[in-house]
T-cell receptor, first 113, second 107 residues
């Protein structure tokens, strides 16, 4: 069964460092998303991406964040200068259509020290 | 933005018991999904159910879109059902999650 894959599963970084989280969405999906979940809290929407551009983003997704689909298969989330409060589980998701079922990856746990 | 409320926030059951989890949302939606987050943090798709009723084994879900709620039923609960159950709804291009129901099933 096709699935969304994410790497790394866990990353530890120092405050101020750049981090890139990678996702390979399901191959025939057209809509891509990043969500995050701070430990013990609910899952929060960060950004949606369609047709090689951001279609919607939340207030969390500030100038420190960027997304890219560099090669037609990977979908990346970059955090330019990490802060302690960026520590969270980051989930990538994809769907066939804008209102269709979302399929989530297993998450990348980011720990900022 | 759309508000999603889940109840109860916490639920403790004895193995074998049945339960109903509720999700209320504040506006019409195009998509509603139920997820189970397991102890390893993975989000497992349970149901894609913008309306109607679906069943999958011991789990079933019903969404009444006109009344803006969805219910997740768990029958004959097992310890492996423990975890957090999230309802998530989508109106435009972003899916919003509720705060979840933390279910603990005791042997």
């Amino acid at each position: 069964e096709p699935e969304v894959t994410q790497t790394p599963s866990h990353q530890v970084t120092q405050m101020g460092q750049e981090v890139i989280l990678r996702c390979v969405p399901i191959s025939n999906h057209l809509y891509f998303y990043w969500y995050r979940q701070i430990l013990g809290q609910k899952v929060e929407f960060l950004v949606s991406f369609y047709n090689n551009e951001i279609s919607e983003k939340s207030e969390i997704f500030d100038d420190q964040f960027s997304v890219e689909r560099p090669d037609g298969s990977n979908f990346t989330l970059k955090i330019r200068s990490t802060k302690l409060e960026d520590s969270a589980m980051y989930f990538c998701a994809s769907s066939m259509s804008g209102t269709g079922e979302l399929f989530f990856g297993e998450g990348s746990r980011l720990t900022v020290l | 933005g759309i508000q999603v409320e889940q109840s109860p926030p916490d639920l403790i059951l004895q193995e074998g018991a049945n339960s109903t989890l509720r999700c209320n949302f504040s506006d019409s939606v195009n998509n509603l999904q139920w997820f189970h987050q397991n102890p390893w943090g993975q989000l497992i798709n349970l149901f894609y159910i913008p309306s109607g009723t679906k069943q999958n084994g011991r789990l079933s879900a019903t969404t009444v879109a006109t009344e803006r709620y969805s219910l997740l039923y768990i029958s004959s609960s097992q310890t492996t059902d423990s975890g957090v159950y999230f309802c998530a709804v989508e109106r435009s291009d972003d899916m919003r999650f509720g705060a979840g129901t933390r279910l603990t099933v005791k042997p």
